[in-house]
């Protein structure tokens, strides 16, 4: 009877393993291995208890008893952390109730808990409310939802994970509401520490604005009274909603990233009319051809410029989005604020003998506004010279033409893109890798032996800063606010690229480019990438000056220090920041 009941716990255990490795990923699977392998804590006394009396005997029962208060130390250690979560407050033993008190706790045992308990719930009580407002589920919460995880806006998990680590110094009770599929959404479920509120929006269709959003939104400030209010991109539907419906604008707070009024103007990138004009069979089926999109960008715009007239705070990081929040609201208050990137980008480093020779890397190139075209234009020019150029392309491809589904599914763009190709010979030069992730990306920069931004328009793009930070050469276009975050002859080499239509002194912004132009910017291109190609001892100075630059730009902790700052100015804990004039460059 004996043999039988320890070979059923061991056997249980064996298979709470097995359960364990094909399937922790999924909660509720692991949730059964951990009570299958929980029955060890009967085996092993019974075991023990088996021994014959001796040596060996008393060096098991020291051999366990010691690994199993070692596993209750690291349990008590980490326990607390985001990743583990099984307890949401600290514990007396590493932490303590007071900052350097962990030794006296530790004697106090009981009261000592109880102290701590009560400061966890005063500082629940007392905590600044920041309800975030998201164009994406993030990451954490997506999981626990059984959601497919967003490769985008990695930068915002890492900004998220930052203010739970600490919520207990920074006394931040943060919740989170976001656009989502589907019939069912949490209503202030915790998860990873964070109040999580779904609601209803076509994400697809961003250029609509819905009024259904505003009752949705309202109903989720009531029950959240949050202190501030902060939305994540100011060009979306629900941020235009939530600035309608918060009622005390001035604890409103959004941050710019793109700038879709802008954008529009500049989104037919130079294309030649015809091109413009040209509608394909996919274009017309899902109307979507490029004037189409450019409308899109307009539509998005005006309710860009709707939401920024409406908050009373709002947050950049270049001169440009500064002096252009100023024309739409000469009223907010401006606050400046690098962002945080992706944490698979920090640490590693770019080194010339890794990488592959004459290779370029594109991070994004399916809208004429990135500015593709100007590269296969270019490409000629830097081919005569150096015949082993490849251009890598993140994103998937626009040109693939082989079967009849590719052929009713290419678009105006694409087909522009395919001549260019064809025209040049340059099929095999161009590699479209698809879509990447993360430490994807991070690899393929460490492999290309260039970064190059061509867009007509950019912010402060976050593909150029993970370039930075990896310490890699880089060129771009001196366009939009990209000279406020890469210095020209320091970081690597700027070049002039697309020209506003209201500084080129024309009427009617957003009208297809002239052909000179795009030769301009493709001679401007070539000649940029082929200076860094041609000067070692430059592009190694770029490098290291790049990489201290982009240090500095997104240290995770100084941006960190400047967005509880920024909390502290709007809930009034600091002196109110200045009132934006829409000139000079941000603190």
């Known amino acids: ?79 607390y952390a985001v990743d583990i979560r099984l307890l949401p407050y600290l514990n007396w033993i590493f932490n303590g109730c007071e900052k350097g008190a962990g030794i006296r706790c530790c004697i106090l045992g009981n009261k000592c808990i109880g102290v ?25 919460i997506a999981r626990q939802l059984h959601m497919e995880a967003s490769n985008k806006e990695g930068w915002l998990s890492g900004l998220a ?40 929006e076509n994400v697809s269709c961003p250029e609509k604005y819905d009024e259904n959003l505003e009752p949705v939104l309202k109903k989720i400030v009531d029950k959240v009274k949050p202190d501030i209010v902060h939305c994540f991109g100011t060009e979306y539907p629900h941020t235009l909603a939530m600035c309608r419906i918060f009622p005390d604008k001035d604890r409103l707070l959004v941050g710019l990233q793109g700038l879709c009024t802008l954008y529009a103007e500049a989104y037919f990138a130079d294309l030649p009319e015809q091109v413009v004009s040209s509608v394909t069979f996919r274009d017309w089926l899902k109307r979507d051809s490029l004037r189409r999109q450019q409308e899109k960008f307009v539509l998005r715009g005006n309710m860009e410029r709707e939401s920024i007239s ?14 252009s929040a100023a024309k739409w609201n000469p009223h907010a208050r401006y606050h400046f604020m690098n962002e945080t990137l992706r944490p698979e980008f920090y640490g590693p480093a770019w080194k010339e003998e890794d990488c592959i020779p004459h290779s370029i890397f594109v991070s994004q190139g399916d809208y004429p506004l990135k500015g593709l075209h100007y590269v296969l234009l270019a490409l000629p020019r830097i081919l005569e010279k150096y015949p082993d150029a490849r251009v890598y392309v993140a994103g998937n ?16 763009y694409g087909r522009y893109l395919r001549r260019l190709l064809g025209d040049g010979g340059m099929e095999e030069k161009v590699i479209f890798l698809g879509k990447m992730n993360a430490g994807q990306m991070r690899d393929r920069y460490l492999k290309s032996s260039l970064f190059l ?48 239509p209201d500084e080129r002194g024309k009427a009617g912004a957003g009208t297809a480019g002239e052909k000179d ?16 190609w041609e000067q070692p001892e430059k592009r190694r100075m770029f490098c290291g000056n790049a990489g201290r630059h982009a240090e500095n730009t997104h240290n995770r902790e100084k941006n960190y220090d400047r967005l509880l700052e920024v909390y502290r100015d709007i809930a009034g804990r600091m002196p109110g920041a200045e009132r934006n004039t829409g000139s000079g460059e941000g603190k």
């Open 116 to 140: 701590l308990d009560m400061n966890y719930r005063k500082g629940m009580e007392t905590a600044m409310k920041v309800l975030w407002l998201c164009n994406i589920v993030l990451p954490v």
């Open 310 to 323: 409406l908050a009373g705070n709002v947050t950049g990081r270049t001169k440009w989005d500064r002096e």
């Open 397 to 412: 491809s626009l040109v693939n033409y082989r079967t009849l589904k590719q052929k009713l599914k290419i678009s105006a």
């Open 161 to 200: 994970g930052e203010l739970l680590e600490k919520r207990h110094e920074n006394g931040i009770r943060l919740s989170v509401a976001f656009p989502m599929k589907g019939n069912e959404y949490p209503e202030g479920q915790e998860i990873a520490f964070m109040s999580c509120y779904g609601f209803p």
């Open 517 to 532: 132009e795009l030769g301009r910017i493709a001679e401007a291109l070539a000649a940029a990438v082929m200076q860094m």
């Open 1 to 79: 009877v004996e043999d039988r009941v320890n070979r059923f716990y061991f056997f249980l255990n064996l298979a709470g393993l097995a359960v364990y490795c094909c399937g922790a990923f999924i909660p509720e699977v692991s949730r059964v291995g951990y009570y299958m392998i929980i029955s060890q804590v009967f085996l092993l006394p019974r075991l023990l208890g088996e021994m014959p009396r001796g040596w060996l005997s008393r060096l098991c029962h020291a051999g366990v008893a010691c690994a199993f208060g070692g596993y209750f130390v690291l349990l008590l250690r980490d326990m």
């Open 453 to 500: 931004c061509p867009s007509a328009l950019e912010n402060s793009p976050n593909s150029l800063g993970e370039a930075m930070l990896l310490g890699m050469p880089c060129v771009c276009a001196a366009v939009g606010g990209i000279p406020d975050i890469f210095t020209e002859g320091e970081d690597g080499i700027l070049y002039k690229g697309f020209v506003m």
